[in-house]
């Protein structure tokens, strides 16, 4: 089956430069769209075309369907291919898409639902045999009830928002007299971001790794899992530093829960890339969630596997089979993600500006995806990730020295980053031994050399 001609990238920055480039190697054409602030991204120099779809707030260019659609319209491409962050996993969107003849890079609108609601998600996997996080498999609605189910559940426990994601609509209560608080604080900070107040609660996991699961699947039955990824280094939730394989997971527990979820994708008939992300303690897996999108650290995945994500996403999308059966896919070496944020290292606090000076590392086995360039002027108006400093070597240690000097060569002069933060992280021992969890970092950032 051809593949697509025309793909139109809804996205900025390194993501819309990294499936520009995979477009390009297939031989197919790209529009990129882009805000009055962002003409000069790279990839909008790159494209075969680019058109502005509205001002700098995202509400009115990046997430404005109308515009996009305008956009896909006037330049003739088949094909929109999302990213991730701003639309990517919005099912109304990935639906409209496909009702203007135009095909969706994902999977169909109604897993992007099933999964973006985390109750319905739960019941899905409990449904397909995922060992699940034990709590509430409904949503709560009063004061008496939250207290009934806080009593089965059990404390610590933690009170979620059903549309959440990057820790907000989650409150941690540690006692009867906490969990009415948390309860009407989760709702509201969900009511605030996510215009959905829905909470349901959940077992809180006192010291757990973060493991996810990479899976693709075409429109042809197949589905296969492409090992995991830590991510258990986090800040409030964010993500700054991830590896594959994971120091904490043996070769057994990898092949036993990525064939469990590589079925489960398949019992669901579930196409394009998808991540299962799972908490880990004490030799158990507990499902949290499903991302229907490309990763920000898929990178690392490729590094490990040799498979190129986006031109398989673009391959299925085209209606195409996978081109490989599990046993075809070898995990081989290590590989470490570092991202890049246009942040103060010790505060955290947003540094936007021109960039004076622009030098990224080199060498064998070093990968750099970043839209940053000498002159190039970093806006304040959307995520703060610039870059990700990719790494891969024959085993863990070889990489973390290999990523040690590569985050020496990097050079990124006008604003502030946070590669002192990461230089720092490598050189600790805890770290170098892979004895970390989602709160090494909260509990050491401060202790640090």
């Not at 973006?116 to 034990?134: C, H, R, W």
Request: proline residues 4%; glycine residues 8%.
């Amino acid at each position: 089956m051809a593949l697509l001609k025309k793909i139109l990238i809804a996205n900025r920055g390194e993501i819309a430069l990294r499936i520009l480039r995979a477009c390009q190697e297939l031989g197919i054409k790209t529009v990129a769209v882009h805000s009055t602030c962002d003409s000069e991204l790279m990839h909008v120099r790159l494209a075969d075309e680019s058109i502005c779809i509205g001002p700098a707030p995202s509400k009115q260019s990046y997430m404005n369907i109308p515009a996009l659609l305008t956009a896909a319209d006037i330049t003739g491409a088949d094909a929109i291919h999302p990213g991730f962050g701003f639309l990517a996993e919005n099912e109304d969107f990935a639906s409209v898409v496909q009702q203007h003849g135009i095909t969706f890079i994902g999977p169909d609108p109604e897993h992007i639902s099933m999964m973006g609601d985390k109750i319905n998600a739960k019941k899905t996997m409990e449904s397909l045999g995922v060992p699940t996080i034990p709590g509430s498999s409904k949503e709560l609605f009063s004061d008496d009830e939250i207290l009934e189910e806080a009593k089965k559940v059990g404390f610590p426990l933690i009170i979620k928002a059903t549309a959440g994601g990057g820790g907000k609509g989650m409150k941690l209560a540690r006692t009867e007299e906490e969990v009415i608080e948390a309860y009407h604080m989760a709702k509201s900070e969900a009511r605030a971001n996510f215009d959905n107040d829905r909470v349901y609660m959940e077992r809180y996991l006192q010291n757990p790794r973060h493991i996810e699961i990479q899976v693709l699947a075409d429109h042809h039955g197949n589905a296969v899992h492409l090992g995991e990824r830590d991510c258990s280094l986090q800040r409030r939730h964010q993500k700054l530093f991830e590896e594959a394989p994971s120091p904490g997971v043996s070769e057994a527990q990898r092949n036993q829960l990525g064939n469990l979820v590589a079925e489960a994708t398949r019992k669901m008939g579930y196409k394009g890339v998808g991540t299962f992300e799972f908490l880990y303690e004490n030799g158990e897996f507990f499902f949290m969630e499903m991302n229907t999108r490309i990763q920000v650290e898929h990178p690392v995945t490729e590094m490990v596997t040799g498979i190129d994500l986006i031109k398989e996403q673009i391959k299925v999308a085209s209606g195409q089979k996978l081109s490989f059966t599990q046993d075809q896919i070898v995990l081989k070496g290590h590989a470490i993600e570092c991202r890049v944020n246009a942040e103060d290292p010790e505060n955290f606090f947003p540094s936007p500006g021109k960039i004076v000076r622009y030098h990224a590392p080199g060498g064998l086995g070093v990968r750099v995806d970043s839209h940053l360039y000498a002159g190039y002027t970093v806006p304040p108006h959307y995520d703060s990730m610039v870059a990700k400093l990719i790494v891969y070597a024959d085993d863990r240690q070889q990489c973390l020295m290999r990523l040690k000097r590569a985050l020496k060569e990097y050079v990124i002069d006008g604003i502030k980053t946070t590669i002192p933060l990461h230089q720092k992280l490598v050189d600790n021992k805890e770290i170098k031994d892979g004895q970390y969890t989602i709160h090494w970092l909260e509990k050491n950032l401060d202790n640090l050399d």
